[in-house]
């Protein structure tokens, strides 16, 4: 069965620290690779993808993610947190076919 | 330029009714994706379309639960006989095409199965 695992439901940094949400997924193939962020009361927003290549992506607002096949892993991470980028952050796989997958969600709070 | 909207942006209803949620997507997106998302969860796909045909309904969780898009652009999600397990936010998502094209997701439509 396809999986996406966000295995921590809340993430707290101080401001200026660097930040980590992690993804880990099970499915087959080579799947494309997907975070998105979510602000209350409004829709998800794309952050950054990986389809091949480089395994370091950049994506918006400084958020960059590393995708490690060997751990099946996606981690989002950013060098230096902000107080506005507190929100809920999804990660999101796509293998072969047109389903994508969602994990749970992680609560980021970026504390002042 | 407009992002995918979605309405009504609330809808509450009574056990047993029928209810339509309306997704427009941004305009020339072929690709059509509707989600539900229930409390604490992430999204769960229902189903896809690129153009007007259905191109992967698998993730309906019954017959009670039906999508169009007639004209590939506008799409509808139907209930039937809602349930209070139905309760969720609807979420509508496009893209430019099908693959690994990011999805614009819109605001959702809460929906409250009384």
């Known amino acids: 069965a396809q999986s996406v695992a966000q295995p921590e439901d809340q993430v707290n940094v101080a401001e200026g620290n660097p930040l980590t949400v992690k993804c880990t997924y099970s499915?087959?193939?080579?799947?494309?690779l997907f975070w998105y962020v979510q602000y209350p009361n409004r829709g998800l927003q794309f952050l950054l993808k990986?389809?091949?290549?480089?395994?370091l992506v950049k994506g918006s607002y400084g958020f960059e993610a590393e995708f490690n096949k060997s751990q099946t892993s996606f981690h989002l991470k950013k060098p230096s947190a902000l107080v506005s980028d507190s929100a809920l952050y999804f990660c999101?796989?796509?293998?072969?076919?047109?389903?994508?997958?969602f994990g749970t969600g992680t609560s980021l709070t970026v504390i002042p | 330029g407009a992002g995918v909207s979605q309405t009504p942006s609330n809808k509450v209803t009574e056990k047993g009714k029928y209810v339509e949620l309306r997704c427009d997507p941004i305009?020339?997106?072929?690709?059509l994706y509707w989600y539900r998302q229930s409390l604490g969860q992430g999204p769960e796909f229902l189903i896809y379309?690129?153009?007007?045909?259905?191109?992967?309904d698998s993730g309906l969780p019954n017959d009670r639960f039906f999508a169009v898009r007639p004209e590939g652009s506008v799409s509808t999600l139907k209930i039937q006989r809602t349930e209070r397990g139905d309760s969720a936010v609807y979420l509508c998502?496009?893209?430019?095409?099908?693959?690994?094209?990011?999805?614009?997701f819109g605001p959702g439509t809460r929906l409250l199965v009384l």
């Open positions: 990986y389809i091949t290549g480089d395994n």
């Open positions: 379309f690129q153009g007007t045909g259905a191109a992967d």
């Open positions: 305009s020339g997106h072929t690709a």
């Open positions: 999101a796989v796509r293998p072969t076919g047109n389903q994508f997958y």
């Open positions: 499915v087959s193939g080579n799947p494309y």
């Open positions: 998502a496009s893209s430019p095409r099908t693959g690994g094209e990011t999805q614009y």
